[in-house]
C-alpha cells in the first residue's frame, strides 16, 4: 500500500475507535491489560529473539554502550513491563469521573467530568518499553494511540503490538484502538503530523532534534518532552553520605535515561572534600567528569581522583544531554549562584539539592523552575511508576495541561457538565400568549 494512503488508514481506524472506547467498562480495560500481562510472560523468549535482531542492527551501527543498554529488552525489563501493565490494572478508572461539582442560585448543578483526550500520536526513541506503558495508559483511559517508534527498535515494536492486539481480541478491546505504524519510512512522521483532522494531541520523546521537528510540523497540539539536562547541587551544608550516595546514583545507575544528572555542582566551601571523594567513586565506573577551573585544580592535584578521566568543560558541555558516563562539574560560591546556574543551564526537567538546611532546601523547591524538584533524593526517581502512577507518556517539560511525569490521570480532560430542572436564562423563554378579553355582541344585548 502506497505510504500516504497506509498512514491514512492507520489514523482513520484509531479515529474511529473512539466510540467503541467510550462504551467500555473498567472491566474489560483491566482484562486487556492483565492478559497482555500473562502473554508477555508467555512469549517472553520471542520477545528476546526479535530485540537481538534490533540489538544486532545497532552494533553494526557502532551505537554506544549507553545507547544499546536503552534498546535492551532482557526477562528483567519484561517483568518491568508486565508490573506496569498490573500496576495501571490496578489504577482507579479516571474516564467519567466527577471531580468537581457545585450549586449555583439558579438551582443548576455545575461540573467537571474526566473524558479521554482522545486519539493520541506518540512518537518515540530507542527504547520498547515505552510501547507497553503508552498502550496501557491510553487502554485504561480510553484513548486511542497510534504508536511510532524508532526504526532501531521496529522488530521489539511489532512483537510488543502484536501481543497487545492478541490480548485485545481475546477480550474484546478494540483491536485498532492501538495502532502501530510498521514503517521506517521517516516520511511517516511528517504525514502523521498533518493528521489533525484524525489525531488530538502529539508527545514525543526522544532526542531534541525528534521534539523540535514535531513541534515545528505538528498541526495538532504538541506536549513537549525536552531533553533532560539534570543538576544535582550539593551545598555547603550538604550531609557527605548522601551527597555521595546521590551524585553516584544519579549519574551511574543509569546514565542513559533522561533523569540521570548531566552537571553536578559544588559549594566552593565543601567542594575540596567532596570532589576528589566522588572522582573516586566515578572513576571506578567510568565516568568523565568535564570540570570548571575549581573543580579541575582541585581535582588535578587529588590522588583520590588518579582513575578518572578529567577533562575542562566548555560552556556548551553544560547545556548537553550527555545520555553517557560524563558529567559537567561547577563549583560556586554562593546558594544564588547554584540556583541561577540550574535555571540558566537545566532544561526545566529534574533538579536536586543535597543540603541538611531546612530554609536553603525549600528556597531550591520554589526557586528552581522545573518539572520535578527534589531535597536529599536522586533526580531518578522522575518517573511515573515510581511517584505511583502505575507508567508515564513521558516528563512533560510544558507548562501546560501538564508538567512532569505523565499518568493515566493526566491523559484525560475535564468537561463540563450541568444538571438542571427547566432552568432559563434571565427568564427569557417562550413568549406567553395574551389573553383575549371576548367580544361583546351589541345586537345580542339590545334585543336582551
Same mark, same amino acid.
Given at each position: 500500500m502506497e505510504l500516504k494512503k497506509y498512514i491514512e488508514y492507520i489514523a482513520q481506524n484509531a479515529k474511529k475507535s473512539q466510540k467503541k472506547l467510550l462504551k467500555l467498562n473498567t472491566k474489560t480495560k483491566d482484562d *486487556?491489560? +492483565?492478559? *497482555?500481562?500473562?502473554?508477555? &510472560?508467555?512469549?517472553?523468549?520471542?520477545?528476546?529473539?526479535?530485540?537481538?535482531?534490533?540489538?544486532?542492527?545497532?552494533?553494526?551501527?557502532?551505537?554506544?554502550?549507553?545507547l544499546l543498554d536503552r534498546l535492551t529488552l532482557n526477562e528483567k525489563r519484561i517483568e518491568g513491563m508486565v508490573k506496569v501493565l498490573q500496576d495501571v490494572a490496578s489504577l482507579p478508572d479516571p474516564v467519567g469521573e466527577v471531580i468537581h461539582m457545585w450549586t449555583r442560585p439558579n438551582g443548576l448543578r455545575v461540573g467537571q467530568m474526566r473524558v479521554p483526550l482522545g486519539t493520541i500520536l &506518540? $512518537?518515540?526513541? /530507542?527504547?520498547?518499553?515505552?510501547?507497553?506503558?503508552?498502550?496501557? +495508559?491510553?487502554?485504561?483511559? /480510553?484513548?486511542?494511540v497510534i504508536l511510532k517508534g524508532g526504526s532501531e527498535t521496529i522488530n521489539s515494536n511489532r512483537i510488543l503490538v502484536d501481543i497487545i492486539k492478541q490480548a485485545s481480541k481475546e477480550t474484546g478491546f478494540p483491536e485498532t484502538a492501538v495502532e502501530f505504524v510498521d514503517t521506517t !519510512?521517516? @516520511?511517516?512522521?511528517?504525514?502523521? +503530523?498533518?493528521?489533525?483532522?484524525?489525531i488530538d494531541v502529539a508527545i514525543p520523546r526522544g532526542g531534541e532534534g525528534l521534539i523540535k521537528t514535531v513541534v515545528e510540523k505538528a498541526k495538532m497540539p504538541v506536549i513537549k518532552h525536552y531533553k533532560g539536562v539534570c543538576n544535582l547541587y550539593v551545598d555547603s551544608e550538604a550531609d557527605m553520605e548522601?551527597? +555521595?550516595?546521590?551524585?553516584?546514583?544519579?549519574?551511574?545507575?543509569?546514565? %542513559?535515561?533522561?533523569?540521570? $544528572? @548531566?552537571?553536578?555542582?559544588?559549594h566552593a566551601d565543601i567542594a575540596e572534600e567532596f570532589l576528589p571523594k566522588i572522582a573516586y567513586y566515578y572513576g571506578k565506573a567510568g565516568v568523565e567528569m568535564r570540570c570548571d577551573e575549581k573543580s579541575l585544580k582541585i581535582l588535578q592535584d587529588a590522588p583520590e581522583a588518579? !582513575?578518572? @578521566? $578529567?577533562?575542562?568543560a566548555t560552556e @556548551?558541555?553544560?547545556?548537553?544531554?550527555?545520555?553517557?558516563l560524563i558529567i559537567a562539574v561547577k563549583v560556586v560560591d554562593t546558594f544564588d549562584e547554584a540556583i541561577d546556574f540550574i535555571n540558566k543551564y537545566g532544561s526545566g526537567h529534574s533538579d536536586s539539592i543535597v543540603t541538611e538546611n531546612y530554609t536553603k532546601g525549600m528556597r531550591f523547591i520554589n526557586e528552581i523552575? /522545573?518539572?520535578?524538584?527534589?531535597?536529599?533524593? %536522586? *533526580?531518578?526517581?522522575?518517573?511515573?511508576?515510581?511517584?505511583?502512577?502505575?507508567?508515564?507518556m513521558g516528563i512533560s517539560t510544558d507548562k501546560i495541561h501538564v508538567r512532569g511525569p505523565m499518568g493515566l490521570k493526566d491523559l484525560t480532560i475535564p468537561k463540563y457538565i450541568i444538571f438542571g430542572n427547566g432552568q432559563i436564562r434571565d427568564n427569557f423563554g417562550i413568549p406567553k400568549e395574551k389573553e383575549q378579553t371576548p367580544e361583546i355582541d351589541e345586537t345580542a344585548c339590545n334585543q336582551g
Open positions: *486487556t491489560l +492483565l492478559k *497482555t500481562a500473562q502473554l508477555l &510472560i508467555e512469549r517472553k523468549n520471542e520477545i528476546i529473539e526479535e530485540n537481538k535482531k534490533d540489538l544486532e542492527k545497532a552494533r553494526r551501527k557502532g551505537y554506544s554502550k549507553a &506518540i $512518537i518515540y526513541e /530507542s527504547r520498547p518499553n515505552v510501547t507497553i506503558e503508552a498502550a496501557a +495508559l491510553c487502554i485504561k483511559s /480510553s484513548n486511542a !519510512d521517516r @516520511e511517516a512522521v511528517n504525514l502523521l +503530523l498533518k493528521m489533525d483532522n484524525y548522601k551527597a +555521595l550516595n546521590i551524585a553516584y546514583n544519579a549519574k551511574v545507575q543509569r546514565p %542513559s535515561v533522561c533523569n540521570a $544528572i @548531566e552537571n553536578l555542582v559544588v588518579q !582513575d578518572v @578521566e $578529567i577533562v575542562p @556548551e558541555d553544560y547545556y548537553e544531554e550527555f545520555l553517557d523552575d /522545573s518539572a520535578a524538584v527534589y531535597i536529599n533524593a %536522586s *533526580t531518578r526517581f522522575t518517573d511515573g511508576n515510581e511517584f505511583g502512577l502505575g507508567a508515564e
